[in-house]
Each structure stands twice: as structure tokens, then as C-alpha cells.
């Protein structure tokens, strides 16, 4: 009988897959979940290693964000040659499109998957499949499965021919795992050791919340479940141990859902002592003095997605049962988090459907009250515009918010059009209409003064640990208490602020997109980029780098530089 098992085993081994994340194409912004996806395709890696041989191929770190026809043209170039060159015969192809962001490219690089793979299944899966399946079935679609929800049991069963692939595209629903069926990620498997900087892993599945804009509260809303802490700090040593990260990010929606857990998993992290700074997103209801006191003791920051400061508009949203509650507690918690020096990141959605000027105005306002109030911040203001997904509360009730407020978007398909960032958008409401016309971005020029006002009392253990602990920490540059703190460090940041006031008024001072406004000649910068790339990553990057990739790299040696010269005064106001 073991005998047969084996036989069996050893026939599933001979398989082989290839694992894909596309990136996206036509946003003018770089993507932030390239680090997020990685873990994805490790994760998956690890749930059908037992019964293929598996490789990954990550668009997204090999070649970058392709913005115009010219680099989106160059880019499905690159791809058909990079899987020209494979040298395997893939039985299955997994394509992952984690948001609606990356449909375009999912369909083009499905359309070469098929292309040089004929006879393989090529699978596809993640939020927007989930919310939109449909999007996948079209004449001439390469794909031949469409997984909704969690992906692992589908893909195993796929691979073990458990699911047969048909002559049309076939929606299968993965049903929410317990966290012992979680797979263990290989990070050492990951072919990109040098972009392994930044780590995301879950300790959680799920979510309690229900916010209506959000890209996860569609049809399909799995349950919160949770690894055990012990299982969470094993996961989180090995991945040092394998890959030597210097940040490592939770991506749960929601970490520290039960307090004594997420307290437990604190003080498990201060006994590890790694050298490592962590990221979390909570929310404001589940922080209180000793959790603030445990993340103050570790690299720790945390975001919060607080969306607004109007209980109006935090009951629109579905963001919390008691909305006056909610504000309260918000504004305690960015007080309390602050005077502990615990580094935030706190978001604000602008424009969603159903604000109005009284609820924006009201936002405005308490936000100006909170940093008024304080000589020194460790918060950071990070305010984006409403992006529709599909699937979610807001997208299924879009009648409702125009018939109620006046909603209108330019195109309620902004995925399928190659000028996305015109499509999506739309006024919120007939308030804002009437006060700024159709312009989408009134928000932007008080709400971007809102984020100087925040970056100019930044506290420095929020500057160098939130944003530059790839740099050598200067936290044993930290002068003795009796040091005035304002005269050396808050003047050494102010200057950094400064020296790049073009960042400031486009307020993401440490954009690389912003940055690169530095370095606009494209000749400058591919000269540029050609020697850097040669110094410092010729095994990960060469000089099929799309112009915005090459423009970061160069703006951010340029930054690197200017930090250099900030740490020797630094060192030297120390002495």
C-alpha cells in the first residue's frame, strides 16, 4: 500500500508549475504591494510543493510598472522573452491578480502563458477574481480556472487532477482553512533574495469589520481565524533566520483582534530580540496603555486606517457601529500613540461617496486640532482618494449613493480601460459639486499643507525607524536627555524637509515618484541608472528596467546620499 503511495507521489513530483504575479499597468504610481504578493506566491508555493516542482516568476520585482503604451509595449516584450527563455514544460500556470489594479496585465500575461504553454491549466485567483469572476470568461480567455476566495485547496486539487480543466473557463469557490492547513512559506526559495528587505507575512485570516469600500467585504467574507502565538513567533524566526529582513510587515486586515493575543505576540517579539522593524495595521478600538507601552519597546509601527474624522461619514462608510465612539477613540488613540513615540501611519480615504463639505470640512478640522495640540509627532498623515472596487458594499449600492448624495464615477469599469486613474474618478456628492465643480482633487491642496503641517513636528525615532531603517539605524546616535532635542534633531529633520520642498508640495516626501521629478531627463537618467545598476544589483536588475523603475533607482541613490550627509551632522551634534 506504501509502496503505491510512493509511486503516486513520486508521478505528482514530476509536475511541474509555475507561480506568476503580473504587477499592473497604466497606474502612475508605484505599487506598494510588491512585497505582499511575493509572500503570496510563497505561500502558495509552499501549500503544492509536495506534488509539483514549483518556480516563480515576479514581473513585478524583474521589470517594474509599465505607465505608457511605449513601456507596456516593452514590458509584454520582456515578458515573451523571459518565458521564452524558461526551460520547463509547466502543467500548470498560477497567475495571482491581487487587486483590480491588475486585471490588464493578469489578461496580457494570461494571453502569453497560453501562448507558450499550450497544454498547461492556467489558473488564476485573488480579490478581484473573487469579486468579479466574470471578468475572466470571454472568447479566447487562456484561462481555464477562475478561483474564488482562498486559493490553496483549489490549486492542490488542481494539481493533483482532482479538477479537470474543461474547454471553458470554470469558477471554483476555495472554502476558508483552518490555520493548521496553512502552508509554511520557503522564504529561502524566493528567487529574489536582494528585494527580501521588506517581509509580509499573516498571522490571521479574515476580518471582523464590514467597511464598505474596502476590496475584501464583497459577496465572499471569510471568517477571522488565527495562528496560535507560539506557531506566529516560529514563523517569524525562521524567516530571519532564511532571509534576514530588515522590516517585517503583518498583512492581516486586522491584527490584535483578541487583546491578550496580540499582547502575547508583543511580548514574544521583545523576547526575541531580532533586529528587525515590524508594521501592523490595527484598529483604534483595540490599542490601551499596555499595548502601546509593548509596541513602544520594539521597532513597531502601526497603521490605522481611521478614513475620517466625521462620525456622518465614518456611518456612511460602515466603518464602526458607534461612529461618535469611533472618532473619540480615533483621536485618543493618535494622542496616546504619539506620546509613546510609537511611529503611525494613520489614512484617510478623501472623496468617498456620500461626503459632503460639512463632513470634509469636519475632518479638516480635527486634524488641524490634533497636531496643533502637539509639540512633536510621531504621526504620519497619509491621505488617498476613493477608489471603487468591485464586488464591495459601495459598488453593489452604487444607485443608492447617487440617488442619496449625487455619486457619479467617469467609468464604473476603470479596470478595463488603459487611463485608469481618469476612469475611476467621480464627485461624491452633489455638495461637493456645487462647492468645486467636478474637480476630484479639491482635497488636495489643505489636505497636502494638513501633511507638511504633521511632517514638520515629526519626532525622529518615527523619521528613521518608520522610513529608513534600510539605512543604518542612528538610534545609538540619540543624544543624552539633557540634550535640547529641538535644537539638534528637529533642525537636522526640518532641513531634510527643506532640501526637498518639491516633495513636500506634491506631500510624499519620500515618494521615489515625487523624487524623480529631480532627474525628468530620461538620457540623465538612463546614464545614471546604467553605472548604479552595475555597482550595486547587477544579479537582480538590468537595462530592460522601464524609465520609472530607473528613475527610482537614481532618486533614491540621490536620497541615500543626502541621509549620508544628514547622519554625519547627526553624529557629530552627538559628541
Keep these: 500500500m506504501m509502496e503505491g503511495k510512493d509511486t503516486l507521489m513520486s508521478t505528482l513530483k514530476t509536475k511541474r508549475a509555475l507561480l506568476l504575479y503580473p504587477g499592473s499597468l497604466y497606474f502612475p504610481f508605484r505599487l506598494r504591494h510588491g512585497a505582499t504578493v511575493a509572500s503570496i506566491l510563497l505561500h502558495l508555493k509552499g501549500c503544492i510543493s509536495e506534488y509539483a516542482s514549483v518556480d516563480i516568476c515576479d514581473l513585478c520585482q524583474e521589470y517594474g510598472f509599465p505607465q505608457t503604451e511605449e513601456e507596456v509595449k516593452d514590458f509584454l516584450v520582456y515578458s515573451d522573452d523571459r518565458f521564452r527563455g524558461m526551460d520547463a514544460d509547466y502543467d500548470l500556470v498560477g497567475i495571482s491578480c491581487y487587486t483590480s489594479l491588475c486585471f490588464l496585465a493578469t489578461k496580457e500575461i494570461g494571453r502569453l502563458a497560453r501562448m507558450h504553454w499550450p497544454d498547461a491549466t492556467i489558473v488564476v485567483g485573488g480579490y478581484h477574481p473573487t469579486a468579479a469572476p466574470e471578468d475572466f470568461i470571454y472568447d479566447g480567455s487562456p484561462f481555464d480556472f477562475v478561483v474564488r476566495g482562498e486559493g490553496e485547496g483549489p490549486l492542490r486539487d488542481i494539481i493533483q487532477d482532482s479538477l479537470k480543466a474543461t474547454h471553458l473557463p470554470t469558477i471554483v469557490t476555495g472554502k476558508p482553512l483552518d490555520p493548521q492547513e496553512w502552508a509554511d512559506m520557503p522564504f529561502a526559495e524566493y528567487p529574489y533574495p536582494k528585494n527580501m528587505i521588506d517581509l509580509w507575512v499573516n498571522a490571521s485570516r479574515g476580518c471582523i469589520m464590514s467597511c464598505r469600500f474596502c476590496c475584501q467585504s464583497g459577496e465572499i467574507a471569510y471568517p477571522w481565524r488565527t495562528k496560535t502565538v507560539p506557531s506566529v513567533l516560529d514563523m517569524v524566526q525562521r524567516a530571519y533566520a532564511e532571509v534576514r529582513p530588515k522590516n517585517i510587515f503583518f498583512s492581516d486586515p486586522y491584527l490584535g483582534v483578541e487583546k491578550g493575543w496580540f499582547k502575547a505576540l508583543l511580548r514574544g517579539l521583545i523576547e526575541l530580540d531580532l533586529p528587525v522593524a515590524y508594521e501592523a495595521e490595527c484598529r483604534v ?104 472596487f468591485p464586488g464591495n458594499y459601495v459598488y453593489s449600492h452604487m444607485d443608492e449613493y447617487a440617488r442619496a448624495y449625487g455619486y457619479r464615477i467617469n467609468d464604473v469599469r476603470w479596470w478595463t480601460t488603459t487611463n485608469p486613474m481618469v476612469a475611476c474618478q467621480g464627485m461624491a456628492s452633489d455638495s461637493l459639486r456645487e462647492a468645486y465643480g467636478e474637480d476630484c482633487d479639491y482635497w488636495k491642496e489643505e489636505v497636502h499643507a494638513l501633511e507638511r503641517a504633521y511632517l514638520h513636528k515629526i519626532c525622529v525615532k518615527t523619521f528613521v525607524t518608520r522610513w529608513f531603517t534600510k539605512i543604518e539605524t542612528l538610534k545609538q546616535r540619540v543624544p543624552h536627555r539633557d540634550r535640547n532635542r529641538d535644537d539638534v534633531f528637529s533642525r537636522v529633520v526640518r532641513d531634510v524637509f527643506i532640501a526637498h520642498d518639491v516633495v513636500l508640495e506634491q506631500c510624499s516626501p519620500f515618494s521615489v515618484r515625487n523624487l524623480a521629478r529631480y532627474d525628468a531627463d530620461k538620457r540623465t537618467v538612463r546614464r545614471e541608472r546604467d553605472g548604479f545598476l552595475r555597482t550595486n544589483s547587477p544579479a537582480v536588475y538590468d537595462e530592460s528596467l522601464s524609465t520609472q523603475e530607473a528613475t527610482d533607482l537614481v532618486v533614491g541613490q540621490n536620497l541615500a546620499k543626502h541621509l549620508q550627509s544628514v547622519r554625519s551632522r547627526l553624529a557629530c551634534a552627538c559628541q
Excluded: C
Design 285 to 388: 478600538e483595540t490599542l490601551d496603555d499596555e499595548l502601546t507601552q509593548l509596541m513602544s519597546e520594539l521597532r513597531f509601527s502601526v497603521i490605522l486606517g481611521i478614513e475620517s474624522l466625521s462620525p456622518k461619514m465614518i456611518e456612511r462608510m460602515g466603518k464602526a457601529r458607534n461612529p461618535e465612539r469611533y472618532v473619540r477613540a480615533a483621536i485618543e488613540a493618535l494622542h496616546q500613540l504619539s506620546g509613546s513615540r510609537v511611529p503611525v501611519n494613520f489614512q484617510m480615504i478623501m472623496n468617498h461617496p456620500g461626503e459632503s463639505v460639512e463632513t470634509y470640512q469636519e475632518t479638516v478640522r480635527t486634524l488641524w486640532n490634533i497636531i496643533e495640540n502637539q509639540e512633536e509627532t510621531s504621526l504620519m498623515f497619509v491621505p488617498h482618494s476613493f477608489l471603487l
